[in-house]
């Protein structure tokens, strides 16, 4: 009995919609269809952001900016330090010359995003691979702290 009254309402709708007429209904039902399988199924293309809050791009400008690096400093010290070593690898990765390696957004993504970037993005992978499967732990810094964590991250 279910499905009959299920394609009743289903006729209702249809109907409902076709007789709204107008180009706007017509757009609205384009827009809420589901894409076609095979492209779900597909690998998110990559973006070189990483996955997370912060998707405009970050510009480090050339010179060092001291105040900010002296913040990050106290920052990395109390809430990376267990895990990471800026000259060798630890329970986490060196992080000496990170920024030649990688782009400043997808750095301030793994930071605040750990957890996201572990399971969406194809670097993050890999490195949790490579790193025994251990999961970098989210912090809970704001941009503002992650910046200047960033930024002392330059100075090693
Ligand atoms: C519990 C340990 C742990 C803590 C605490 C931790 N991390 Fe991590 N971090 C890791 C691990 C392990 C990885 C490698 C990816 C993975 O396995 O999750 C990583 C990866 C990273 C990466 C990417 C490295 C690369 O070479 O691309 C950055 C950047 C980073 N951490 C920054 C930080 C910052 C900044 C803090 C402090 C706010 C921090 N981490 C705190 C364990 C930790």
Same mark, same amino acid.
């Given at each position: 009995?279910k499905?009959?009254?299920l394609s009743m ?9 076709y $007789?709204?007429? %107008?180009? @706007? ?6 827009a809420?269809?589901?894409? !076609?399988a095979?492209m779900?199924e597909?690998e ?5 952001f ?6 405009e ?6 010179e060092?900016d001291?105040?900010l $690096?002296e913040k %990050?400093k @106290?920052?990395?010290?109390t809430k ?5 070593? !800026? ?14 390696r990688?782009n ?5 993504n ?5 957890e996201?970037m572990?399971?969406e993005?194809?670097?993050?992978k890999?490195?949790?691979e490579?790193y025994?499967k ?9 941009q503002?702290?992650?910046r ?6 330059r100075t090693f």
């Amino acid at each position: 009995m279910k499905w009959k009254i299920l394609s009743m309402l289903t006729l209702v709708v249809f109907f409902g919609l076709y $007789a709204c007429g %107008g180009n @706007e209904s017509t757009e609205e039902a384009n827009a809420t269809e589901e894409p !076609p399988a095979s492209m779900v199924e597909d690998e998110p293309e990559a973006s070189p952001f990483g996955v997370g809050p912060v998707q405009e791009e970050i510009t480090l400008p050339d010179e060092i900016d001291q105040a900010l $690096a002296e913040k %990050g400093k @106290e920052i990395y010290t109390t809430k990376c330090i267990a895990c990471h070593n !800026p000259e060798h690898d630890a329970i986490g990765p060196a992080q000496k010359g990170i920024f030649e390696r990688r782009n400043p957004t997808w750095v301030m993504n793994m930071i605040l995003n750990p957890e996201g970037m572990i399971k969406e993005d194809p670097v993050a992978k890999k490195l949790f691979e490579k790193y025994n499967k251990v999961a970098m732990t989210n912090m809970g810094l704001t941009q503002e702290d992650a910046r200047a964590v960033m930024e002392y991250i330059r100075t090693f």
